[in-house]
């Protein structure tokens, strides 16, 4: 038998049932051995003065009365007993399996696994063992058809065989020692098999740092790739030209902001291709970095380009990039754009004329040729694919690229996730920013306290926003829908107020109107889904209110409410929420606490984990097997500093100890 071999030809798995083996991502005999469990049932036995109220636990005793089967009702009944540990006598329950009966034999001993009830000195049953074993048992994510019992009997049998041994070491030796890591032959076994929970632990720490190695030297291979087989451009900026222009702005620039456009700059004057995030809170002012950064490669003979993910957010960079820089020609580039003014923008862009443009992805469309390009800016990165990034690279001389995000993701985490990029944060706001005012209010108190409040406000000139998770009625989640919302706060507000609706099922032409619009002051509310949640610029409204808040993350929540407050005015976002778990309590009360985007961005990551902070959108991080990346951080961290110290030895590729990791990274770093 080899590692490689199909499920389909091991003892018991046949044609059928390796079907439903597939659809757990189990192929090969080594799929199977990789198939770790989620936890672990413990069923070594414990004196019952060890254990916690409510724990499930295995306890053996003597059975000292007769098993019982009492009837209630049409289907319920109750198989009781008492058993004897020391000179300790427990009563034994078992509900609905009356078949239990016969196992039960008096002054036998008898191992029985369930729920300890510390007052009534009592043990739920859930199941009786043949045999006492001091060991762990796995527990499997299986599916209909694939039985746990079946797929530990199964990792039994190929053990077994001895195929075990095959399992090759994919970590260099040298980390094995620093670490005191168990081999991976030992450590595949003992995740599945293992004698105690200290095997458990030593097998989990090692397959936790393989797989968050393996991840950071994937992420290093990637670097690799870009800084030395990639040539960049060298953009020759006039600094003088640059520091004038700073100078000219209406404000100063943060240290954090100063900092990050200096390492770009720094990026865009080497030799090397610069893959730079710029990530910074809502209003930090990336959008001014990034225009100084564009500026800086016109400077040098480039052309820039900016693409945003909507046609408004397109035409309000398109506003502030003229204003800051009349001296020079800039475009804007949108689908919804006349054909004749396309035209215009198409010829500009080839011949030179224009020197920076905005848009949205009609910037990379097969007609649109540049000139001389030289700088590529991504705005709310995430929003964009891989392929359609790649693409816009393609349509100059490999321009230099920089992304931008306003997501906020912890420091430390950020460096360490987007280990393929280089990472400037801005994480201070500037001067003047006015707080803004966030309460939490349950859903009782909106009609007769806050819809009056923002009728009074409205009436002084504020405009307002309200969103909802959805956008027409569900029978599966009792939320507030946008449609319903909409109706009720025409209803409310009469003539006195005009009311938009805005949804992510309207046309962008249709969306774009509505938002031009309510920036024009043609509406007083606007009630929308979260299609509003990037970057567009409405100074005077001032009130956000979002409805079954605790519906949404802590990092949307404040996304959300980065919408208001960009004005002169006092700003305020209502928070509207009756949530039934402590977490989406805890949620509402952070946000009541604090407006740093990265104190929330690290309470979310304690509260709903990876999973949801780092989507495959976002970040292109893996579906982990057993590392998380929040609460494994330490490991993470160990684990990408020796990755990038063994990219830092120009021939560490050529030492045998590497050779099996060698062929897992080929694919990525181009290695032969």
């Given at each position: 038998m080899k590692l490689t071999d199909s499920i389909q030809f091991l003892k018991g798995v046949g044609p059928k049932s390796a079907e439903r083996y597939h659809q757990l991502g189990i192929f090969t005999v080594q799929d199977l051995l990789l198939y770790f469990p989620f936890r672990y049932d413990d069923f070594s036995s414990k004196s019952i003065f060890e254990l916690m109220d409510g724990e499930k636990t295995t306890i053996v005793g003597r059975v000292v009365t007769p098993a019982n089967v009492s009837y209630y009702g049409a289907r319920r009944n109750r198989l009781t007993f008492k058993i004897k540990q020391d000179e300790a006598v427990i009563s034994v329950s078992f509900f609905n399996q009356p078949y239990l009966q016969d196992k039960v034999e008096l002054d036998a001993e008898i191992a029985i696994y369930g729920k300890w009830d510390a007052k009534k000195l009592s043990v739920t049953g859930m199941k009786i063992l043949a045999q006492v074993d001091n060991s762990f048992q796995p527990v499997y994510h299986v599916m209909q058809g694939v039985k746990q019992s079946a797929l530990v009997n199964l990792l039994q049998s190929v053990f077994e065989t001895g195929v075990g041994e095959l399992i090759a070491e994919n970590l260099p030796t040298e980390l094995l020692q620093k670490y005191r890591l168990v081999d991976r032959k030992t450590a595949v076994h003992d995740m599945h098999f293992p004698i105690d929970e200290i095997a458990h632990q030593q097998a989990l720490r090692r397959m936790k740092f393989e797989e968050l190695f393996y991840f950071q030297m994937k992420l290093q291979a990637l670097r690799y790739k870009e800084k030395s087989l990639t040539q960049g451009l060298v953009i020759t900026y006039n600094a003088a030209q640059i520091a004038d222009k700073t100078g000219q702005l209406p404000y100063h620039l943060t240290k954090a902001q100063d900092q990050s456009l200096r390492e770009i700059l720094a990026d865009m004057a080497s030799p090397y291709h610069m893959n730079r995030l710029l990530q910074g809170d809502v209003g930090s002012g990336k959008t001014a970095v990034a225009s100084l950064a564009m500026y800086a490669a016109v400077t040098a003979g480039f052309q820039a380009a900016m693409m945003v993910p909507t046609e408004i957010l397109a035409h309000q960079h398109y506003e502030s990039l003229q204003a800051l820089f009349p001296e020079l020609t800039v475009g804007l580039l949108?689908?919804?754009?006349?054909?004749?003014?396309?035209?215009?923008?198409?010829?500009?862009?080839?011949?030179?004329?224009?020197?920076?443009?905005?848009?949205?992805?009609?910037?990379?469309?097969?007609?649109?040729?540049?000139?001389?390009?030289?700088?590529?800016?991504?705005?709310?990165?995430?929003?964009?694919?891989?392929?359609?990034?790649?693409?816009?690279?393609?349509?100059?001389?490999?321009?230099?690229?920089?992304?931008?995000?306003?997501?906020?993701?912890?420091?430390?985490?950020?460096?360490?996730?987007?280990?393929?990029?280089?990472?400037?944060?801005?994480?201070?706001?500037?001067?003047?920013?006015?707080?803004?005012?966030?309460?939490?209010?349950?859903?009782?108190?909106?009609?007769?306290?806050?819809?009056?409040?923002?009728?009074?406000?409205?009436?002084?000139?504020?405009?307002?926003?309200?969103?909802?998770?959805?956008?027409?009625?569900?029978?599966?989640?009792?939320?507030?829908?946008?449609?319903?919302?909409?109706?009720?706060?025409?209803?409310?507000?009469?003539?006195?107020?005009?009311?938009?609706?805005?949804?992510?099922?309207?046309?962008?032409?249709?969306?774009?109107?509505?938002?031009?619009?309510?920036?024009?002051?043609?509406?007083?509310?606007?009630?929308?889904?979260?299609?509003?949640?990037?970057?567009?610029?409405?100074?005077?409204?001032?009130?956000?209110?979002?409805?079954?808040?605790?519906?949404?993350?802590?990092?949307?929540?404040?996304?959300?409410?980065?919408?208001?407050?960009?004005?002169?005015?006092?700003?305020?976002?209502?928070?509207?929420?009756?949530?039934?778990?402590?977490?989406?309590?805890?949620?509402?009360?952070?946000?009541?606490?604090?407006?740093?985007?990265?104190?929330?961005?690290?309470?979310?990551?304690?509260?709903?984990?990876?999973?949801?902070?780092?989507?495959?959108?976002?970040?292109?991080?893996?579906?982990?097997?057993?590392?998380?990346?929040?609460?494994?951080?330490?490991?993470?961290?160990?684990?990408?500093?020796?990755?990038?110290?063994?990219?830092?030895?120009?021939?560490?590729?050529?030492?045998?100890?590497?050779?099996?990791?060698?062929?897992?990274?080929?694919?990525?770093?181009?290695?032969?």
């Open positions: 949108t689908s919804g754009m006349k054909a004749a003014e396309r035209r215009e923008v198409l010829t500009g862009l080839e011949n030179g004329r224009i020197q920076m443009i905005t848009g949205t992805h009609a910037l990379i469309q097969e007609a649109v040729g540049y000139q001389n390009l030289g700088l590529v800016i991504t705005d709310e990165q995430h929003r964009f694919g891989v392929n359609q990034r790649k693409v816009f690279r393609e349509k100059g001389q490999n321009p230099d690229v920089l992304m931008m995000t306003a997501t906020p993701i912890p420091r430390t985490l950020a460096i360490t996730a987007f280990g393929d990029m280089d990472v400037s944060i801005i994480d201070e706001l500037p001067a003047g920013r006015k707080p803004i005012t966030t309460r939490w209010v349950k859903h009782e108190q909106l009609t007769p306290q806050i819809l009056p409040w923002i009728a009074d406000e409205v009436g002084k000139g504020a405009q307002v926003y309200f969103i909802s998770p959805l956008i027409e009625e569900s029978e599966a989640l009792d939320l507030k829908n946008a449609t319903e919302l909409f109706a009720e706060l025409q209803a409310f507000f009469g003539l006195t107020a005009k009311v938009a609706l805005l949804h992510g099922k309207m046309k962008n032409a249709e969306k774009d109107q509505i938002m031009t619009d309510f920036k024009a002051k043609k509406y007083d509310v606007l009630v929308s889904t979260t299609v509003i949640e990037v970057g567009v610029n409405v100074p005077n409204a001032t009130i956000m209110v979002m409805i079954d808040a605790d519906r949404f993350g802590l990092s949307q929540l404040h996304q959300l409410r980065g919408r208001v407050g960009r004005g002169e005015k006092k700003s305020y976002t209502i928070l509207v929420a009756n949530p039934k778990s402590e977490t989406g309590k805890r949620r509402m009360q952070i946000m009541t606490e604090t407006q740093n985007g990265f104190v929330l961005a690290e309470e979310d990551l304690k509260l709903r984990g990876s999973g949801e902070i780092f989507g495959t959108r976002q970040s292109g991080l893996p579906e982990f097997s057993v590392a998380d990346i929040v609460n494994d951080y330490p490991i993470l961290e160990v684990a990408r500093q020796e990755a990038v110290a063994i990219f830092k030895d120009a021939h560490w590729s050529e030492k045998p100890d590497y050779q099996v990791m060698l062929s897992d990274l080929a694919d990525v770093a181009g290695f032969d």
